[in-house]
């Protein structure tokens, strides 16, 4: 089985500064790892995929994450964000079961 | 290339009453998922098919819950009875592969639906 922990379920964030939305998951096997982006009233959009390879993914939007095999991370990161870039963020992992768990979501809000 | 489409958008209900939702997927694509989300979790699936069979049900209270994809393009999720805590966003999802690689899910905006 696996599991996806989401260790902050709000980042409030000022425009133009940094942000890091967290991201640990557990699998006994190999695993793909995404990001998705859910703004208000709308389905998920893919952000990024971790497949196999570079160990640092970017995505649409100038946001990148990063897989850290040995502490189970895949935190997502943008230098700079946008008050669009308000919205949750939901982190989901795919194992040999072929199906997508997710996590509880981040919402993070770019304030003026 | 058009997304994948969902109706209705939002739906209320009162409880033991039934409902469906309606979804039609990328074209082409052979796999479709449906999703429950309730308000502060993460999408959780309830049913796969790829193409008009069903892959994994395990999460699909069967004894309210069926769904079908005839001619393996649209689906259908129907609840009867419906209960409160079903109130959720049902979100459908289609890909081009049955999931073998890692492809990517296409989601749709989602049918909210309200219990009462």
Redesign the interface.
């Known amino acids: 089985a696996q599991s996806?922990t989401q260790l902050d379920?709000q980042v409030p964030v000022f425009e133009e500064a940094p942000v890091e939305l967290r991201c640990n998951y557990s699998s006994s096997v190999s695993v793909?790892l995404f990001w998705?982006v859910q703004y208000p009233?709308?389905?998920?959009?893919?952000l990024l995929?971790y497949?196999s390879g570079s160990t640092l993914v970017k995505g649409i939007n100038g946001f990148e994450a990063e897989f850290n095999k040995s502490q189970t991370s895949f935190h997502l990161r943008k230098p700079s964000v946008h008050i669009s870039d308000t919205a949750e963020y939901?982190c989901?992992v795919?194992g040999s079961?072929?199906?997508?768990t997710?996590?509880?979501?981040t919402q993070l809000t770019v304030l003026p | 290339e058009a997304g994948v489409a969902q109706s209705p958008r939002y739906k209320i209900i009162e409880k033991r009453q039934s409902v469906a939702f309606w979804c039609n997927p990328i074209s082409g694509h052979a796999t479709l998922y449906w999703y429950q989300q309730i308000l502060g979790q993460g999408p959780k699936l309830l049913i796969q098919f790829q193409n008009n069979g069903v892959v994994d049900d395990s999460q699909l209270p069967k004894d309210r819950f069926s769904a079908e994809r005839l001619k393996g393009v649209d689906s259908t999720l129907k609840i009867q009875p419906a209960k409160l805590e079903d109130s959720a966003v049902y979100l459908c999802a289609s890909s081009s592969s049955r999931g073998g690689g890692p492809n990517e899910q296409f989601f749709g905006p989602g049918t909210r639906l309200t219990v009462l």
């Open positions: 996806v379920s793909y998705y009233n709308q389905g998920l959009q893919l995929k497949l939901f989901a795919r079961a072929r199906q997508l997710f996590g509880s979501g």
